[in-house]
């Protein structure tokens, strides 16, 4: 089968290079390429981007192989109506590897029309590396990386401050455009790129924080043959998406002259003051339920979010979570909170996509953290009690950390100092030289885990070794059993 690129599909058009892109994954093409395919298609906005990678170089070759088409495939409820759509995306013209093609690089900071720079390198991106030295090429970190571009720009274009660039991150952080300004100005002192450049940065450029909504389960490896024998090439870049999109653009109003979104008709694409309300809402409620489903549906023995959702167990104690839990901690009107919910369910339950908990389990440790703990604190300190749920959730993720289901071995993706760490207290664990308080109290202790002492917080770490102790005892459906009688008791659920 021959290799999707220009010549088997002919139908391409091409553009000029607006758009710098800091990624090649699968979030990215199917979010940020798709909008400005449709931006090109519905308006005079005529761009394509530039793809470089912010870490090694692999894929940057598939996406040039393909001459940067890929098929990409949104599935989901649009308007109530179940739509699978599928289209060729060519909004890309061309990936740089930065390790072989440096030069191209800086030249394409001097090409006049590039304007956009976007980038998603995951939460552990926006980093100032002390390391990274203006001479390398390239530098190690994104930000250290976007510096070097922006200076080359400065230089080529003499401080002309209609040349500067409009700067969106993806990455699911909290003031991701202000964190990345920050850490750019960082290595302009940091590499004494003088005051002209710093004044440059900060009037010509903008940085616009960001929130991305839209789950993309990627390359569909369960039916990838199957897919290709009927496109009819082979394309090793595919991504399945839903049709869901939100992305809140915090900027000023000009910005919407320059991104046509809504001449477009790409509603869910939008210019704000605040991103507060969008990021908080999101994170906690379907980023907070992701993240604390995993490992209590995994160890129940589901492989995906719909099959979680659908299940009579999982899916009450998902409902309950949510309801009883993360919507109590947030403070935005009610009936666009149920709103809000009632319609993530709904994508959770996606028939067309098969998200799998696995793939949501990467990083499950510092996810935590930063989705669902703040939930966790907010609510002992709004209520005074625990959230018994989200407290189950908790120790079920340590558990899952034991790194087995039932007899098969679960495959973790973390940091390798977490992995190491889980690994030697179930092994002391299993040795009988650590019980399940102690090893509660150890995690829960680990402030760099953390960034706090969760043994602090009164009754957690009890509660933990209490879950541990029975999913270890009675298994685990027993144990979502009983919360969810308790509720009901309640009359809660
Ligand atoms: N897939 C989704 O449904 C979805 C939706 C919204 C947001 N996101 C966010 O996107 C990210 C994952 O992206 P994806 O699904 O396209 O996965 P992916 O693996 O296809 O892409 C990840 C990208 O991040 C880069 N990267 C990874 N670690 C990095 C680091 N330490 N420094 C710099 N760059 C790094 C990789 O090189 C790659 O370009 C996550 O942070 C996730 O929160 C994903
Ligand atoms: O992409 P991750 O691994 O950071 O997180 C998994 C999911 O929670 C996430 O991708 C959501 O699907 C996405 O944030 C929806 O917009």
Redesign the pocket.
């Known amino acids: 089968m021959q290799l999707l690129n220009k010549k088997v599909y002919k139908n391409f058009k091409t553009y000029p290079e607006k758009v710098l892109q800091?990624?090649?994954?699968?979030?990215?093409?199917?979010?940020v390429d798709w909008q400005i395919q449709v931006l090109n298609e519905e308006t005079d906005f005529n761009g394509s981007v530039v793809v470089v990678?912010?870490?090694?170089s692999e894929?940057i070759e598939r996406l040039n192989n393909q001459d940067g088409l890929f098929t990409l495939f949104l599935q989901g409820i649009k308007e109530d109506q179940p739509v699978k759509e599928q289209l060729v995306v060519d909004t890309i013209s061309r990936g740089i590897n930065l390790f072989a093609d440096y030069d191209e690089y800086v030249k394409l900071a001097g090409q006049a029309e590039l304007r956009f720079i976007v980038?998603?390198?995951?939460?552990?991106?926006?980093?100032f590396d002390p390391e990274d030295r203006f001479e390398d090429r390239p530098q190690k970190?994104?930000p250290g990386k976007l510096t070097a571009f922006l200076y080359h720009r400065f230089n080529r274009f003499k401080g002309d401050e209609a040349k500067g660039c409009i700067i969106i991150p993806?990455?699911?952080i909290e003031n991701n455009g202000g964190m990345l300004k920050e850490v750019v100005l960082q290595y302009a002192e940091h590499w004494n790129l003088g005051e002209a450049f710093i004044s440059w940065l900060e009037n010509a450029n903008t940085f616009c924080s960001s929130l991305?909504?839209?789950?993309?389960?990627?390359y569909p490896k369960d039916s990838s043959e199957e897919i290709q024998k009927e496109l009819g090439y082979e394309d090793q870049l595919m991504v399945v998406?839903?049709q869901y999109y939100l992305w809140a653009i915090e900027g000023p109003d000009w910005l919407g002259e320059e991104l046509p979104f809504a001449a477009a008709g790409l509603k869910g694409t939008f210019i704000v003051n605040d991103l507060t309300k969008f990021r908080t809402r999101k994170v906690r409620i379907l980023?907070g339920a992701h993240t604390a489903m995993t490992p209590v549906a995994y160890l129940s023995g589901l492989d995906t979010v719909e099959e979680s959702v659908n299940h009579s167990l999982t899916g009450k104690f998902i409902n309950d979570l949510i309801y009883e839990e993360i919507i109590p901690t947030l403070d935005d009107p009610q009936d666009e909170l149920m709103v809000y919910t009632n319609e993530v369910l709904n994508r959770f339950k996606n028939p067309y996509i098969k998200?799998y908990l696995m793939?949501i389990s990467?990083n499950s440790i510092s996810?935590f953290k930063t989705r669902d703990l703040p939930i966790l604190v907010e609510y002992v300190n709004r209520f005074g009690a625990l959230p018994e749920r989200l407290v189950f959730s908790f120790s079920s993720l340590l558990y899952f950390y034991k790194g087995k289901r039932g007899g098969e071995e679960i495959k973790l993706d973390d940091h390798p100092k977490v992995l190491t760490l889980f690994a030697s207290l179930w092994e002391k664990y299993q040795r009988q030289q650590l019980g399940l308080k102690e090893l509660a109290a150890q995690v829960l202790a680990d402030t760099v885990l953390w960034g706090e002492d969760l043994t602090d917080i009164p009754g957690l770490t009890d509660m933990v070794a209490a879950h541990l102790d029975r999913i270890e005892t009675d298994g685990i459906t027993a144990v979502i059993k009983d919360l969810s009688t308790a509720s009901v008791a309640r009359g809660e659920g």
């Open positions: 800091f990624g090649e994954g699968n979030f990215l093409r199917a979010f990678q912010p870490r090694g894929k980038s998603n390198t995951t939460e552990a991106g926006i980093v970190s994104f993806c990455e699911l991305v909504d839209r789950i993309v389960p990627g998406g839903e980023n998200h793939s990467l996810k």
